[in-house]
């Protein structure tokens, strides 16, 4: 048995989960006449953005009663959803199912199974609600296995609200208020409206720029085609995009 003495006047955090957030501005040396600063979200701990609005929609799912101790969440993901929920599964000692199209990066996979999550490989289908596609084999999960909740990323209003509440005064706090325009890319919308929602609250001239997918629901208006990039195309109607009006 031993002891370890903490002196008290040492910072530092209970748990993995309180370092989300708060992740550095780096000026990008682009040729430009405006000042290019990109936000390091990698630097999270489950190494992407998604570590917010995950974080988001378990606590917001814990308060409502929706998600009871050693329950089990399960989501569909394009990756980085599904390693945070599985690295806050892990800390929060819940089981979690993540189901991903076949175009997720081997590095994604991996990453889900290094936090114990099991993972369920769907295959690539063009509208989000095929019976196939990892979509709809999520839902069918979450109603067949007990005590499952589903944060069901492309509809939760916790996911922008995550964003208001933390990326977007993030921004302008690190930027002085001196911010023009954000882009961000867009695949549930949740990072665009809720940081774009902020942003135009403090100044409604900033102007805010999401990147989709050329072949998305969205984009195509609603004759989408497969298409292999990962994490961004606004697949579906979605009341996230409401969200930031």
Known sequence: MFFISI????????NILS??????LVKINFESRAAIYAKLEYLNPGGSIKDRSALAMIED????????PKGTIIEASSGNQGIALAMIGAVKKY??????SKKASEEKKNAI????AKLVVCPVVERYDDPRGCWAVAKRLAREIPHAFMP?????LANPDAHYRSTGPEIWRQTRGKITHFFAAAGTAGTISGTGKYLKKKNPNVKIFGVDAANSYFSTKGNQKPYQIEGMGIDHDTPILIYYR
């Open 7 to 14: 002196d008290t006047s040492i910072q530092y955090h209970n």
């Open 19 to 24: 370092t989300i957030g708060n992740t550095p």
């Open 61 to 68: 799912a814990e308060r409502q009663g929706l998600l009871r």
């Open 95 to 100: 089981r979690v199912i993540i189901t991903v």
């Open 113 to 116: 199974h290094s936090y114990g």
């Open 152 to 156: 069901d990323q492309h509809f939760n």
